[in-house]
T-cell receptor
Framework: DAKTTQPPSMDCAEGRAANLPCNHSTISGNEYVYWYRQIHSQGPQYIIHGLKNNETNEMASLIITEDRKSSTLILPHATLRDTAVYYCIVGSSNSGYALNFGKGTSLLVTP | GAVVSQHPSWVICKSGTSVKIECRSLDFQATTMFWYRQFPKQSLMLMATSNEGSKATYEQGVEKDKFLINHASLTLSTLTVTSAHPEDSSFYIC????????????FGQGTRLTVV
């Protein structure tokens, strides 16, 4: 079973921030939080990852709670092309990076 | 960043035939690669781990004689679906662990297999 819990679907208006939550209450100390997204019929695309600190890159920001039991992916200005299924995954070198995908959140960005 | 290339992107084959899918790491060496399968409207499920120079390890419920994996070099892993049946129709995706200096895995583009 996946070690993360995400809402099955979310909507977001184009241009607004999309905040995608994820619970990972059983995360262990050496596991990273990864976010990938999958646009229909394509391979997963890496977005961002973090261990303890909040992270930001050109695609998104990742906010990790202090206890590391949950995180939020933020797409600051969602566009229609951000419509995809977003997966929150925990993993580490201990698992050899064999990622255990849950059901993810289907994000629909509307005009 | 590291690139994983998968080929073909789609294939249609007749029942009973075999299909080979290739997964290449383009700018780094991968001693391990992972193969996933995704049915429509479902998530990715790990099928097997491909190990360079040794036997692949399969997840529970995946038939090793049906899904043959070969990892003969540090840049190429292949998945062969033998004696394909319509129920094998799926989206197959490979990935490689992080290259040196990275901590994120990268995925191929996926292969859509349709067995008719």
């Amino acid at each position: 079973d996946a070690k993360t819990t995400q809402p099955p679907s979310m909507d977001c208006a184009e241009g607004r921030a999309a905040n995608l939550p994820c619970n990972h209450s059983t995360i262990s100390g050496n596991e990273y939080v990864y976010w990938y997204r999958q646009i229909h019929s394509q391979g997963p695309q890496y977005i961002i990852h973090g261990l303890k600190n909040n992270e930001t890159n050109e695609m998104a920001s990742l906010i990790i709670t202090e206890d590391r039991k949950s995180s939020t992916l933020i797409l600051p200005h969602a566009t229609l092309r951000d419509t995809a299924v977003y997966y929150c995954i925990v993993g580490s070198s201990n698992s050899g990076y064999a990622l255990n995908f849950g059901k993810g959140t289907s994000l629909l960005v509307t005009p | 960043g590291a690139v994983v290339s998968q080929h073909p992107s789609w294939v249609i084959c007749k029942s009973g035939t075999s299909v080979k899918i290739e997964c290449r790491s383009l700018d780094f060496q991968a001693t391990t690669m992972f193969w996933y399968r995704q049915f429509p409207k479902q998530s990715l499920m790990l099928m097997a781990t491909s190990n360079e120079g040794s036997k692949a390890t399969y997840e529970q419920g995946v038939e090793k004689d049906k899904f043959l994996i070969n990892h003969a070099s540090l840049t190429l892993s292949t998945l062969t679906v033998t004696s394909a049946h319509p129920e094998d129709s799926s989206f197959y995706i490979c990935s490689a662990p992080p290259a040196a200096g990275n901590t994120e895995a990268f995925f191929g583009q996926g292969t859509r297999l349709t067995v008719v």
